[in-house]
């Protein structure tokens, strides 16, 4: 049986498990660049075939989709064995979740590994919206021009809007770069940032530290806000907030 076909099983096997996705081709999507992630980190593991797939689900007329990501794992056998990671602004709430996962690739966790894993980890909370990693300045102000463009479709407003922000974010800007050590249980102890950019918000940024194990088990040590402090709401019909007023 060819690629293709597995995955086509897999899908009908998952539409099946789920219910209240229907069948509809848009309630299930393959996440290929999830697979891609993990095959990178997987090389020494068991070689079990594992398929991403993004899923919608509506409950009734007045709830908003919700959205997560399950995992297939497929092996000999027609065998498959499914793991969903419903998202959450509480990443240790589906963290035991992904940790039961990996576990069964038999993956081994190398320093140049852990942060495609962190990667991979923070992409499948989707519906956390845990936001793009950063790895310095310029990716940061990139990303906060873009995000500001996206909202006001003005050249004008969205530089100023970033200049703002930009001017109150550097006052105390932390060092964005990954960092990576080993504690005294040889574990990885990972610290970085991402960018949350919410629709109607102003652009955000977290910071993370997690603990991952030779193994791949993961641990969230620490989630918290960095600039702003707290999350912003923009508006159209008024002007953007004084900068001394942000944190």
Known sequence: MGDAEIREEVKEALSQSQPELGHSETSIKSRKDLEQMLSVVQEKGNGKQVYFYEMDSQGN????????IAAVVHSTGNIN????FEGSRQFAAFSEEFNRFI????VSIGRRDVLGLAKLFLESSVAGNPGDILTNDLDLRLAV?????????????????YSRWWEQFRVSAPELAP??????????DLDLHTLLTRDGEHPQVQEIKLTISRTGELHVRDIRAVFPDQSRWMFYDFPLPKPETWR
């Open 61 to 68: 007329a007045l709830d908003a989709p919700r959205t997560s």
């Open 81 to 84: 064995r499914l793991y969903s």
């Open 103 to 106: 576990s069964t690739l038999e």
């Open 145 to 161: 021009q873009n995000c500001y463009f996206n909202m006001y479709r003005d050249v004008w407003k969205m530089l100023d809007a």
């Open 179 to 188: 960092k990576i050590g080993i504690n005294g249980s040889g574990d990885y």
